[in-house]
């Protein structure tokens, strides 16, 4: 019982070191005062104001949905016909070429950058929505990967075969019959390809011009050169929007598990 204790305490503490610098930007950006102060000096909805009012911000924010939401349907097309052929076909390697998938999310992100940095500055992608789409795509699709390999590993193949033996041909039998159940998997892959995007930085600050900025590489120029507060409201809005998507990706995984059982 002490020792239950004792990793419960420990554990509430870990919650606390990782969640309470996050939570403080919250009160910050009711801040009235034109800094950032905390704890904060009166309340204000000037910030959320200014966000809502700004023509800036508000471009940045329609180009973070623009990409993401662009990446999300490129990266879940993409990921759920890797997922499929990765499933069906058996061959010398494949666990090599499994894995070789997977190394966006082992590769540190700075390392990627630079390569698509100078990649992208041959091919004039730089600050183009095509650029975007495809280096976030880089780091979106194992996500997708990831969560439609686990839900077709929960589909029983004799399903696909007596569709097949019935006249169905392949693509119908996929619509009709895998897809629907793997579609809480790529439901998930799909939210948190979306997650990823919006929230991408370093990818962003490499590729971004003038012309396409991301809320971001918007938040980031903001604190290190204006030190505008309007950026905590802006960060505000980004974390609660991230927590909902996960919530719900979180949902759809675990809607997948009890479809799987």
């Known amino acids: 019982m002490m020792l239950r204790r004792v990793l419960g305490a420990i554990a509430i503490l870990i919650i606390a070191w990782l969640v309470l610098p996050t939570l403080v930007i919250i009160p910050m950006s009711f801040n009235s005062a034109s800094s950032f102060n905390f704890p904060p000096k009166g309340f204000s909805l000037r910030w959320y104001e200014n966000f809502f009012t700004d023509a800036s911000w508000l471009r940045a924010l329609g ?8 990446t999300m349907i490129v990266a879940t097309t993409v990921g759920v016909m890797a997922s499929i052929g ?56 194992p996500l997708v990967i990831i969560n439609v390999m686990a839900s077709l590993q929960g589909v029983d193949p004799r399903l696909e075969e007596a569709s097949a033996s019935l006249g169905a041909g392949r693509l119908q039998t996929f619509f009709s019959i895998t897809l629907p159940l793997i579609m809480p ?65 979180q949902f759809a995984s675990r809607k997948r598990k009890s479809v799987s059982a």
Request: proline content about 5%; glycine content about 6%; charged content about 10%.
């Open 86 to 141: 990765l499933s069906k076909v058996r061959f010398r390697g494949k666990a090599l070429l499994e894995n070789f998938f997977l190394t966006p999310l082992i590769v540190p992100g700075i390392v990627i950058a630079v390569g698509l940095y100078s990649l992208f500055l041959r091919f004039n992608l730089l600050g183009t929505l095509p650029g975007f789409v495809l280096a976030h795509t880089v780091v979106a699709l």
């Open 185 to 249: 998997g790529v439901t998930a892959g799909a939210l948190f390809a979306f997650v990823t995007s919006f929230d991408e930085i370093i990818l962003s600050l490499f590729i971004q011009s003038p012309q396409l900025q991301t809320l971001p590489v918007k938040i980031y120029y903001s604190v290190t050169q204006t030190n505008d507060p309007t950026v905590a409201a802006v960060a505000v809005i980004a974390m609660f929007t991230s927590v909902i998507i996960m919530l719900s990706a």
């Open 63 to 70: 180009a973070s949905l623009q990409v993401a939401i662009v």
